[in-house]
């Protein structure tokens, strides 16, 4: 069913779309594995990453802002968040403007392991993903999340 040369294949439209699909599934599947064995040293995963890498660099953050940035659920949220709270890398306080909205901030400790964290992904470079023109697959990548979410 999933034909890994699609220049000699047949397969209709429909086939080759759900091999593309089945195949970046796998892709991030693997990217995501990566990732959490280079952050596992410094106890986060990657979903907790974004969060810490989130308010370390835009500074703090509503559970409301933290879904909508990273496209998660507020529950998916909620959970990355008590995580990185008892592993000591933010805080969670009731913010003033609702009374019902947790605000989420780093701590030192948090910004520290940040920046480890990023030092030792912009470490792995190229030698991440192999990539020849790393900037242009962002590019197609994000091309295509933009086509897919405007069918949604």
């Known amino acids: ?12 439209r429909g086939a080759v779309e759900l091999d593309i699909a089945a195949t970046l599934i796998r892709v991030a599947g ?15 995963s990657w979903a907790g990453f974004e969060v810490l890498d989130l308010v370390c660099t835009d500074g703090p953050k509503t559970y409301r802002a933290l879904a909508h940035h990273l496209d998660r659920h507020r529950t998916s949220v909620r959970s990355i968040v008590a995580g990185l709270v008892d592993s000591g890398y933010v805080t969670r ?11 989420v901030e780093p701590t030192e400790s948090g910004r520290s392991v940040h920046d480890r964290a990023r ?15 790393p900037a242009a697959m962002v590019d197609q990548l994000r ?10």
């Open 119 to 133: 030092r030792a992904l912009d470490g792995c470079g190229f030698d991440f993903l192999a990539l020849d023109d």
């Open 93 to 103: 306080t009731l913010g003033a403007a609702r009374s019902d909205e947790f605000v």
């Open 30 to 44: 693997t990217v995501r594995t990566r990732l959490d064995e280079i952050l596992v040293r410094y106890r986060v």
């Open 1 to 12: 069913m999933y034909s890994h040369d699609l220049a000699t294949t047949t397969q209709t």
């Open 143 to 152: 091309e295509l999340d933009r086509g897919l979410r405007s069918r949604r």
